[in-house]
């Protein structure tokens, strides 16, 4: 029992280095959205697809 205990308590959370490493990534990925979000060819999509949205409802 005391030796499960402590496998349980040494897989418990993460690390520093895995932390370091999931802040990293998440700030990758939130940087590439912004750069999307911030292009010609995004802005032009959205309002695209906002201004179809009216023909495609019924009423």
């Known amino acids: 029992m005391v030796v499960r205990l402590r ?3 040494r ?3 993460m690390s520093t280095a895995e932390y370091t490493v999931g ?3 998440a ?3 939130g940087g590439v959205l912004v750069k ?3 292009s010609d060819w995004f802005g032009d999509l959205v309002t ?3 201004e179809k ?3 495609l409802l019924p009423f």
């Open 23 to 25: 802040t990293l990534g």
């Open 7 to 9: 496998r349980r308590a």
């Open 53 to 55: 949205i009216p023909g």
């Open 27 to 29: 700030c990758t990925i």
């Open 11 to 13: 897989e418990r959370g």
């Open 48 to 50: 695209g697809l906002i």
């Open 36 to 38: 999307i979000g911030q």
